[in-house]
């Protein structure tokens, strides 16, 4: 084996896990079958620097079925042509099962009902050719009814689309809900995408100067201006691997008792500490900039969690359970 320097400079644009793997994936069976390729046209044909290519061969090398040296995938390219071998695995063609089918089907049958989605032919196309692969086991799929962000207005998601594919700025006005206030920004838009059935904008936002994801369903206005809308060279894409939340080191720390029954809110919730006691209850700390909807957790939870620190946040909790009991005693008078 052989190639670049070990402990090559971090990449100049942030990617997540999904996306990389998804790229090794794909290029592992291109070089395959390209044996000797020079490493500026397989960097090229692939659409990285080579710089990106070498970097991704050199992971390659701890990739494989097993951890023995004949179970790795082997990557060369000294002298400038590139060989990857022991990877047939990997480079056979991908053949699904009909459970994969199924999904892959109820998958795009969800994207084609998307407003505004583009390819639309291409998406059926697959479709035909998934429904005549499976025959009649496709029936099952037509039966799932998959439902995206039925709040968002078709309009809304056509404009912030054209936007990012034109490069125009977007002008919102924004709910937030952890102030109940609308505000106004301009958003240079870097994607759309849709998680948990609901879909977000990322931008760089020039009101906080920094990368910020909006829910659609809380954009009360969007505007596409006539001005380049290009982000800055800081702003940098979020890993969504693990969802849309992601703590801030100015973020408030808030601190909480979960006592059994209520421990799964540090599996669940990204947490930055966790004390286990021997009773079996758990201290943790987290950050938020939002504390409705961890007041609306430790509603949830109804006892088995309480907040800790800091004061405010707790009185925020009792005054809403307060004013939730008196509306109940309200309607039984």
Not at 26 to 39: A, K, S
Not at 50 to 68: A, I, S, V
């Amino acid at each position: 084996m052989s190639g670049g320097p070990a402990g090559s400079q971090a990449r100049r644009t942030q990617e997540s896990a999904t996306d990389r793997l998804s790229r090794l994936l794909t290029m592992v069976p291109w070089l395959v079958n390209r044996q000797g390729i020079d490493l500026a046209e397989a960097a090229a044909g692939l659409g990285v620097t080579e710089r990106q290519l070498e970097d991704d061969l050199q992971l390659l090398f701890m990739c494989g079925y097993g951890q023995m040296p004949d179970e790795l995938i082997d990557a060369q390219w000294e002298g400038g042509r590139v060989f990857v071998t022991n990877a047939d695995t990997i480079a056979r063609p991908l053949r699904l099962g009909v459970d994969e089918a199924l999904t892959l089907m109820v998958g795009l049958r969800a994207l084609a009902a998307v407003p505004g989605i583009g390819e639309r032919d291409a998406i059926e196309r697959a479709l035909a050719k998934l429904e005549q692969a499976t025959g009649a086991s496709a029936d099952a799929a037509a039966r799932v009814d998959v439902a995206i962000d039925e709040g968002v207005a078709a309009e809304l998601l056509a404009d912030a689309r054209r936007a990012l594919e034109q490069r125009r700025r977007l002008h919102l006005r924004y709910l937030v809900p952890s102030r109940d206030e609308a505000t106004e920004r301009d958003v240079d838009p870097m994607r759309v995408v849709n998680l948990d059935a609901h879909w977000y904008l990322e931008g760089w936002c020039h009101r906080a100067q920094d990368t910020r994801l909006f829910r659609m369903d809380r954009i009360e206005r969007l505007e596409v201006l006539d001005v380049d809308g290009t982000p800055p060279p800081q702003a940098q894409l979020r890993d969504l691997d693990a969802g849309t939340f992601t703590a801030r080191e100015d973020d408030l720390l808030v601190t909480l008792r979960l006592l059994p029954g209520a421990t799964w809110v540090s599996d669940y919730y990204p947490v930055e500490s966790v004390e286990v006691h021997d009773d079996g209850s758990q201290t943790v700390g987290l950050r938020t900039s939002d504390t409705a909807w961890l007041r609306r957790l430790l509603w949830r939870l109804g006892g088995h969690g309480v907040v800790v620190s800091p004061p405010e946040v707790a009185d925020e909790v009792r005054h809403g359970a307060e004013a939730a009991l008196a509306a109940y005693a309200v309607v039984d008078g």
